[in-house]
């Protein structure tokens, strides 16, 4: 069965309706209005399989901050409503990918409980117009909103555009892995029986 969330978040600050497909093709339309992170949802998307379609409108006459939070809100919340009671996904997932110069592990654990450890030292405040810290937020808003444990390190690294988009597409790969379904266990993959917190 084909698991696909929408959300749709309505604040002062931004308006966003995101549809998330988990079983997709690797499909992502839309925008947010940040060219960059434009770029990163769309890498994340194909590495990961999904289908994602965002309609963002942030207060970018301020700054990113609360397009690229808000949106890891509603991709978060979307991730956690599409894998539902989490019978037969593998729960965990990790990858190892290389970007160029940049080595990148990512770590997953749907756990339902939230923790974020991350290891990915940027030495530029911006990316062309887009603060580096922003990755951080976004990430840290997502896992708090998925309610998992994700863990990221770059393991050495020099141009900070590599830098990120490893992080990206590593994301992707290992998040794809873990909820992926597992044939040869059917059920919540915990002995509690669930993975609800």
Aim: glycine share 10%; net charge negative.
């Amino acid at each position: 069965m084909t698991r696909i969330a929408k959300i749709e978040r309505d604040t002062t600050e931004t308006q966003i309706k995101l549809e998330l497909n988990l079983d997709g093709s690797g499909n992502f339309s839309g925008s947010t209005g940040v060219g960059f992170f434009d770029h990163m949802l769309q890498l994340f998307t194909r590495h990961g399989c999904f289908d994602l379609n965002v309609d963002v409108s942030g207060d970018l006459h301020v700054d990113q901050h609360h397009t690229v939070e808000d949106t890891g809100i509603c991709i978060g919340q979307a991730i956690r409503q599409a894998i539902g009671d989490k019978k037969g996904i593998r729960r965990y997932g990790h990858f190892t990918l290389p970007m160029e110069e940049t080595l990148c592990s990512t770590v997953w654990d749907l756990s339902g409980r939230y923790f974020l450890v991350f290891n990915a030292p940027f030495t530029t405040e911006k990316i062309g117009e887009f603060d580096t810290e922003l990755v951080e937020d976004f990430w840290q808003a997502l896992a708090a909103n998925a309610l998992c444990n994700f863990h990221v390190n770059i393991h050495y690294g020099r141009n900070n555009h590599h830098i990120a988009e490893a992080i990206f597409k590593c994301a992707a790969r290992s998040l794809r892995m873990a909820v992926e379904h597992d044939p040869r266990s059917p059920g919540v993959p915990s002995t509690k029986g669930t993975l609800n917190g």
